[in-house]
């Protein structure tokens, strides 16, 4: 199987409504900062950590987007991305499949 690099943070944009929770416990193939993968489609999962002034219960995500690009490379050049799922409206934070090119074995994303 081909080893693929990937660099955690991956890059996860939670588009909501009214307050913004960060994405927090990033995992690549339920790993935390990975040095090697081996799944040709790798799923990435996130918890969401509420401000403190608001009630978690209150709050959920509408919608997410996953970018995926080689390591150095600024997430604001959509040219030198890899993958971007786009706005996904879905309240799905486990398991989420990347859907880009094949990755490269041996290249840090």
Known sequence: MKNI??????????LLAGAQLTPTHLLCENLRSPIAIDAPQ????WQLEAPANRSERSLS???YEIRVAP???????NAALTWSS????????????????PLQS???Y
């Open 5 to 14: 690099l990937i660099a955690l943070p991956f890059l996860l944009s939670g």
């Open 42 to 45: 790798p799923r990435f999962s």
């Open 61 to 63: 995500q509408l919608a």
């Open 86 to 101: 786009g706005k996904v409206t879905a309240d799905q934070s486990v398991h989420v499949l990347y859907a880009g090119q």
């Open 71 to 77: 390591d150095n490379t600024s997430f604001g050049n």
């Open 106 to 108: 041996a290249k840090r």
